[in-house]
């Protein structure tokens, strides 16, 4: 079974504090996701990598940049946090585009 | 441009009633797939099923039922005799074949099933 680990459940920052959120997958998939999760906004794309040191904006890439230098893991960096990044935040890979993605369990951010 | 529509916010029923969950989505691509994920109160998106735009065949896998109809856009899920496990949120996905954002994913119907 694919296993997507985030490395924080739970995370309290301070606005204005640089957040790393980790994210490491162990099926050798190529592409790696990262979501925010809002009530009546379902699932949005922050950012996206097909492969390693290789990403693209999704669709509210805005405060938010990502890391991958190595193929297992993909970080998601708030350079500086803010209230409005309160969210539940999703890592996901897939290797093929008719693949279903692996999600890991999620890490809700509050930023205060 | 893609679209997935899930209308159904929220969804309340009785445990053992019959529960069935729209998606409607929009795509001039003649070569797509869908999915439909759960996710439980833990958090994890769970994959459920996927369905290529080309095999309109209705799927069943015990309580739960898939249909699917290109003439109509729609990918419909049912849930037979709902459990109180089935309470989560669940959502419609698109995926195109081409492209590089090529995902899109509905907003999610939570389904509460009381007992």
């Known amino acids: 079974d694919v296993k997507v680990t985030q490395s924080s459940r739970y995370l309290v920052k301070r606005t204005g504090e640089k957040v790393f959120l980790e994210c490491v997958q162990d099926?050798?998939?190529?592409?790696m996701f990262w979501y925010r999760q809002d009530p009546g906004l379902g699932l949005r794309l922050i950012y996206f990598?097909?492969?390693?040191?290789?990403?693209e904006k999704g669709d509210i890439p805005e405060g938010y940049s990502v890391s991958r230098e190595k193929k297992e893991r993909f970080s998601l960096i708030l350079e500086s946090a803010s209230t409005n990044q309160t969210s539940m935040y999703l890592c996901?890979?897939?290797?093929?585009?008719?693949?279903?993605?692996?999600f890991g369990n999620g890490t809700r951010l509050t930023v205060t | 441009a893609q679209k997935v529509t899930q209308a159904q916010t929220e969804i309340s029923v009785v445990e053992k009633e019959d529960v069935t969950l729209d998606c409607v989505y929009e795509?001039?691509?003649?070569?797509?797939?869908l999915f439909w994920y759960k996710q439980p109160p833990s958090g994890e998106l769970v994959f459920l099923i996927r369905r290529n735009s080309f095999d309109e065949q209705n799927e069943i896998s015990g309580r739960y039922s898939w249909n699917f109809q290109k003439s109509t856009s729609s990918f419909n899920f049912t849930i037979t005799a709902s459990q109180v496990v089935d309470s989560a949120v669940y959502f419609c996905?698109?995926?195109?074949?081409?492209?590089?954002?090529?995902?899109?994913f509905g907003t999610g119907t939570r389904l509460t099933v009381i007992p």
């Open positions: 795509t001039r691509d003649t070569t797509y797939y």
């Open positions: 990598s097909y492969d390693v040191k290789m990403k």
């Open positions: 996905a698109l995926r195109r074949v081409t492209g590089a954002n090529n995902l899109f």
């Open positions: 099926m050798d998939h190529e592409n």
């Open positions: 996901a890979s897939t290797d093929r585009y008719n693949s279903p993605l692996h």
